[in-house]
């Protein structure tokens, strides 16, 4: 009798311990700023595999369904704000709250130094620029070196999500012998989740649902974003050397503050009128650098304006793309473009790696609106975060032919 019941609680035990780990492959949390509002589509993954991972719904609730250690790093990330690694089993209870500290893209220096002479102003820039250079030399990669890249890319409209794609891939740097032809930059995608919430997809599809867009949703789904839209971010956010070395020869458009005791600040702006004054640009380089001119975080910011003397109607087949950023209920029938006012910002923080200096992170910010004649705006903003998740330097191969062509593994994940 004893030995019976015994045999059942036995029974039982391992019946609970063998659904322990099922039951524990769910964890849930919610990711919010240091305010407590929601971090909408902040990515979630695995450290060790990012292919194993989830985004926040626009309220910043996630699901994470992995079967894993419960001490495997959990990666969560978000433009803007600082990244963030947790260990799995802080999600197992399901009121775990993650807040990401804001992390601003764009540097407020405090200008110091006032009281030194114009002259003596101009010879410390330079001396620094050329530090800055010499030191660029010694420590970028002259070898070819490989990145694993997780890329974040969304789309907001009127402070809206409105698509969110991430692809895991790896991009592999050759560095140019001559110092004026640009590095040969090759990504190549492995995984891509398109991330979707289900308003945001019946909206598309209603607006796309015509026999000639159709074929646009084909091509949307056929094209190879890791060599368009992911490959451009980490072009375009990839310091020139050669045009550092000419813009150090502009010094009266270089200002230099120092944010804090370890740190200067080198700042190069202009401005370009074009068009008679129709278009008109602002650009600005940014350089922190540390106490030994090593470079720590590169920025580039160009502002556009557009004021035209007269409107210029969009044609039908566009409206349709503006009707997806629209995001109303009202539908764009015609939309005549007056102004524009456009900022990109672009920014890769560095670190290093057996003393060669690497991107640990780069961001990409791009807002701004539209505006027909009469006065009627179309704001949009695009945003990508892309964070280094593994660096290799030996045996570094160009990608092959049949590589690049490979097809990226794509799937579309709802958001719930």
Known sequence: MWRSSYLRTFMLVSLLLAFVPLLASLYKGRVVDEQGHALAYATIYLKQSPVLGT??????????????????????????????????????????????????ILLTPTTVE?????????????????????????????????????????????????????????????????????????????????????LVREHADRLLGGEQDSKRQYLAQSIDSGTIVHRKIWEMSQIDKSALLDLSDELSRWTMTKPDAKHALLTYTRRRDFFLGIVKVVESQNLLVDYAASLQTYMQDIHVKLFLPFSIRVKDSDLEWLNLLNMDDERIEKFRLKKADFTIHFETQYTHHGGLLVPKQKNVLVEGWLEDKNKVQLPCQFRGIQNITKVQTDNVQPLSTYSKRSKVVRVTVPIY
């Open 55 to 104: 985004a926040a719904n626009p309220d910043g609730y996630f699901m994470l369904d992995v079967d894993a250690d419960s001490s495997s790093l959990v990666v969560l990330s978000c433009i803007g704000y600082a990244t963030e690694e947790l260990p799995l089993y802080e999600f197992a209870q399901s009121d775990a709250v993650v807040t990401l500290s804001e992390q601003p």
């Open 114 to 198: 006032a009281k030194k002479t114009r002259q003596s102003k101009r010879k410390k820039k330079a001396a620094i620029l050329h530090e800055i250079y010499v030191q660029l030399q010694a420590e970028y990669p002259s070898q070819p070196i490989q990145y694993s890249v997780v890329s974040d890319v969304r789309m907001d409209a009127k402070n809206s999500p409105w698509g969110m794609e991430q692809m895991i891939g790896d991009v592999i740097h050759i560095p140019s012998s001559d110092i004026t032809l640009p590095d040969s930059i090759q990504f190549m995608g492995r995984y891509c989740k398109r991330y979707c919430d289900s």
